[in-house]
């Protein structure tokens, strides 16, 4: 056990190394106002917002920038008055609600942060004028867009969750923080280093992967070694997780952040979707990638030899497979689409040091829901997890849209429960 605690110390130190680039500053000092407009995942350049304290005294005006954001730094804790600027927001862009004023407080030393959820004319809810059934398709269109969108990002970060499983038996909780680790790791090399977002996203992907194997080689394949069960594996994944997120949030810092490049792109109009070109891309790469790993699995000696493993390690063995090789393949795979994944994800909405852990329960969700341990059952579990995440709110508030697939999780296991494409298998 000792040996397991030096080399997985040692690969902390390798992470910690890799963090510490002039792109990972730490939180600084705040007291003041921020926040983050942003309109069907895009953000809203030059919308106004002004702020006053609660008697009406002028603070400051500001205007969001290219990623959406603004902050307003203020003397004095207490309560303020924020108000954004409609005439100031996209052509038939509003607030949800109709209320454009905020009054948050400010405690000493904090920074408070300020949301206005952003809607189209038109969206959900407000379908009662005489196009109100050809606004609701549209809607209805983009939102399904924007689903399979999701569920794709999801889906390569549960395709590796899936196989880790199904070699090895192991729940990690830790995977959550290797999507993290891709977004950070990418954004280091692309804002700290100067390079562009193609070779940085490439780079990061290519240190994943090796992050991944070293996890394996030197912690997860040290406990395997020593007999450790596979509850006390994923409650020592938990504790992972927990330590590797404060590492983050030393080194990258508490605010959010966007790549230097293809953060504000305009978008362009496919039938009744709206979209930046981004996303269009990035759903072509994300399903090719998926598409590339399920079929090295049914038809390379090495994809045939995991599933072997999976199926049942001992006679794996017995027949002549290298089972920890076959694994430490496995564990530097799941690293690099991990990293991937969390790229994408930094791509369509900005990084944060917790971006892992917002959709760690969705992927979850995805690898349930398709069937533990299967490639494409990731895939096809992810993509109804992304959908139905999106178009729910059709007709449920956007702040419950994840209760709609939750919901189709617990029905589908209700009736299947193996899951969408799982096998069944013999209990007792």
């Known amino acids: 056990m000792r ?18 680039s002039p792109a990972h500053a730490g939180p600084a000092d705040c007291q003041g106002l921020r926040g983050t407009l942003k309109l069907q995942g895009q953000p809203v ?9 609660e008697s009406g005294q002028p603070v400051k005006e500001v205007t969001s920038n ?30 949800r609600g109709g ?26 809810g407000q379908q009662q004028d005489s196009g109100g059934e050809s606004s609701f398709w549209t809607t209805a269109a983009q939102l399904t867009f924007e689903g399979l969108n999701l569920g794709l990002i999801i889906a390569l970060a549960a395709l ?19 999507v993290t680790l891709g977004a950070i790791l990418a954004y280091a090399f692309n804002v700290g280093f100067g390079l562009h977002i193609i070779p940085a996203a490439i780079i990061a992907v290519v240190v994943g992967g090796i992050l991944g194997y070293l996890q394996d080689r030197l912690f997860w394949g040290q406990l395997r070694r020593r007999g450790t069960g596979t509850i006390a594996m994923m409650i020592i994944s938990i504790g992972v997780a927990l330590f590797l997120r404060y590492v983050f949030l030393i080194f990258f810092g508490g605010q959010n952040e966007a790549f230097a490049q293809y953060t504000a792109q305009p978008g362009i109009q496919v ?24 079929l090295a699995l049914m038809r390379t000696r090495t994809g045939k030899a995991a599933r072997a493993v999976a199926d049942n390690p001992a006679l794996a063995a017995s027949s002549g497979i290298n089972v920890d090789r076959v694994i430490r393949i496995i564990w530097t795979t799941g690293g690099a689409i991990a990293a991937l994944a969390g790229i994408m994800l930094g791509l369509s909405q900005s990084l944060k040091y917790t971006m892992g852990q917002d959709i760690l329960l969705l992927i979850f969700a995805g690898v349930t829901l398709g069937g533990l341990g299967t490639a494409f059952g990731a895939l096809v579990g992810s993509l109804v997890v992304g959908l139905f995440i999106q178009v729910s709110t059709l007709w449920v508030p956007p702040e419950l849209k994840s209760v709609g697939a939750l919901a189709v999780l617990i029905i589908v296991l209700l009736v299947r429960p193996q899951g969408i494409l799982g096998r069944r298998e013999r209990i007792g």
């Not at 009054?103 to 920074?111: A, H, I, K, R, S």
Request: proline share 6%; aromatic share 8%; net charge neutral.
């Open 3 to 20: 040996r397991a605690v030096i080399a997985f110390t040692a690969f902390l130190s390798g992470l910690i190394f890799l963090l510490a």
């Open 45 to 53: 350049n030059g919308a106004k917002i002004a702020v006053t304290t």
């Open 66 to 95: 290219a990623q959406g954001t603004w902050d307003v730094p203020v003397d004095k804790p207490g309560k303020y008055k924020v108000t954004l600027d409609v005439s100031s927001l996209p052509q038939n862009t509003e607030v």
């Open 99 to 124: 209320n454009n004023v905020r009054t948050p407080t400010v405690f000493e030393g904090n920074c408070s942060t300020v949301l206005f959820a952003l809607q189209a004319k038109g969206a959900p």
């Open 160 to 178: 590796g969750l899936s196989l880790i499983y199904g070699t090895t038996g192991l729940t990690n909780f830790a995977h959550g923080e290797l």
């Open 271 to 294: 039938g009744p979707i709206t979209a930046a070109p981004k996303n269009f891309v990035a759903m072509g790469i994300e399903l090719a990638v998926l598409i590339i790993v399920g």
